[in-house]
């Protein structure tokens, strides 16, 4: 399938009129707000948001929790990079990356009070098929093009958020905009533990923004970036040639697969906490452990690159700093990553973490810890679905609660909640921003 192939199919979508899938989106949305909302005062979010004002511009879009108006580039800038800032936002097993804080940040920045009514379900159905190009690129590039080191959250984003995009406004050449987001594609995968991870989701939704309006300015693009011999495929994942990756177009929602997550932190580590947690209470003295074993199946822990830590922010990412802070008892809140020395107790205990590994097709996220004591007693735990994930997920009290957590306003929250489950009935989506861009 070749870009305008994918582009004939994706504005040829009707609206999605499934209320589950509808229900699911609209919890994506309630997700994606409590995780930008829970980073707003970020020093360094400020600090960004100090050069957006310097450098100025037409202000038509919302910087979600700033109440202020930016350029649509501006703002799908730093709303990506506030939505993936604490690692708190949803992520999605087969993208190997964090779907909504790039699409949902493009879509809200595509959208200005110039622009006539537009239907929410066309706003949740637009949100839908972007979540479903980028699982779908993940579904024929993983795992090679994330172990290589591709971030595939900017790598395969900002194609998905141009569909979205071009969707949402029904825009006729978004076969060319497809082409121009393709040939933008990057990042890398070794900013893992600094911001640049979360700005990466920024850019990716930068990426979309900007290849609509550029296409709109009269540049064009009708190469195909698919091609077989120097397209997409090829470049990230040596396939010269891809069947059909359109089958089965309106079925079975990838959006339905996305992850909310517990913790500020790597998803690829949330298996780990949820067991570390059970463990702790087992085990009456931490100077009792001999040493630690980690059992992944091979490469599910590719996203965990630090097994040695330096800064806390580097413990986002490595299976033993969590395990180890955790059976220490420390509290892994938002704030904790900030620290920029690691504990001597933490160091101490992660040296007495090893990863072992193993063939696991059935479950690939399953993992298991085994300590041992120094008295010969073996303690094991396993964690097939961490809490948030598809086959474990969140209730609807508990995204409230998560809503309610970034807001630290009841009623607020309560109605902002109950506002983003209404975009399933079909109201103006122009109202639900306007109504709240002045006090979010």
């Known amino acids: 399938m070749n870009a305008q192939e994918l582009a ?3 504005l040829n979508t009707p609206l999605i009129n499934e209320q589950d899938t509808l229900k699911q989106a609209t919890r994506g949305v309630v ?5 930008s909302l829970q980073a707003k005062n970020q020093v360094e979010l400020q600090q960004f948001k100090d050069w957006i004002m310097l450098e100025g511009g037409n202000k038509k879009a919302w910087l979600i929790g700033q109440k202020q108006l930016v350029t649509a580039r501006q703002a799908a800038l730093f709303n990506g990079f506030q939505a993936h800032y604490l690692d708190y936002d949803d992520v999605h097993a087969t993208v190997r990356g964090h779907p909504s804080s790039v699409i949902l940040s493009a879509l809200f920045a595509s959208i200005d009070k110039s622009i006539q009514r ?3 379900r066309r706003f949740l159905t637009a949100y839908a098929i972007g979540v479903e190009v980028m699982a779908r ?9 994330y172990i290589r080191g591709w971030h595939s959250t900017i790598t395969l984003g900002g194609i998905a958020a141009t569909c979205a995009i071009g969707y949402l406004h029904q825009y006729l050449f ?12 990057s990042g890398m995968r070794f900013v893992f533990g600094s911001p640049i991870k979360a700005l990466h989701a920024g850019i990716a939704a930068q990426n979309a923004i900007q290849s609509i309006d550029w296409i709109k300015t009269g540049l064009s693009l009708p190469q195909n970036p698919f091609d077989e011999k120097i397209g997409f495929f090829m470049l990230f994942g040596d396939q010269c040639s891809v069947e059909d990756w359109g089958y089965d177009w309106e079925k079975n929602w990838q959006i339905h697969q996305l992850w909310f997550k517990n913790y500020p932190y ?5 298996g780990i906490a949820d067991i570390s947690y059970k463990l702790r209470n087992k085990i009456s003295n931490i100077s009792d452990i001999l040493q630690i074993e980690i059992c992944f199946y091979v490469n599910s822990d590719a996203a965990l690159i630090y097994q040695k830590v330096d800064i ?3 413990g986002k990412f490595s299976a033993e700093y969590i395990l180890a802070s955790i059976l220490l008892n420390k509290k892994l809140d938002f704030q904790h990553f900030e620290q920029s020395q690691v504990e001597p107790c933490i160091f101490q205990m992660m040296s007495k973490i090893h990863r072992t590994y193993q063939n696991n097709e059935v479950n690939p996220k399953k993992v298991k810890i085994r300590v041992q004591l120094k008295n010969g007693a073996i303690l094991e735990a396993i964690s097939n679905f961490p809490k948030g994930s598809p086959m474990n997920p969140y209730s609807n009290t508990q995204l409230k609660e998560k809503l309610e957590l970034a807001i630290g306003n009841n009623s607020l929250s309560q ?6 489950s209404n975009l399933k009935n079909g109201i103006n989506i122009q109202d639900f921003i306007q109504a709240y861009q002045s006090i979010l």
């Open 8 to 10: 004939n199919k994706i």
């Open 312 to 314: 806390a922010s580097q």
């Open 137 to 145: 690129l993940g579904q024929i590039l993983n795992p090679k093009l």
């Open 174 to 185: 978004l076969s060319d905009a497809i082409s121009l987001a393709a040939t933008q594609s």
């Open 118 to 120: 537009i239907d929410s």
């Open 415 to 420: 109605q902002l909640y109950q506002d983003i």
């Open 266 to 270: 790597c998803s690829a580590a949330a």
């Open 31 to 35: 997700d994606y707000f409590a995780s």
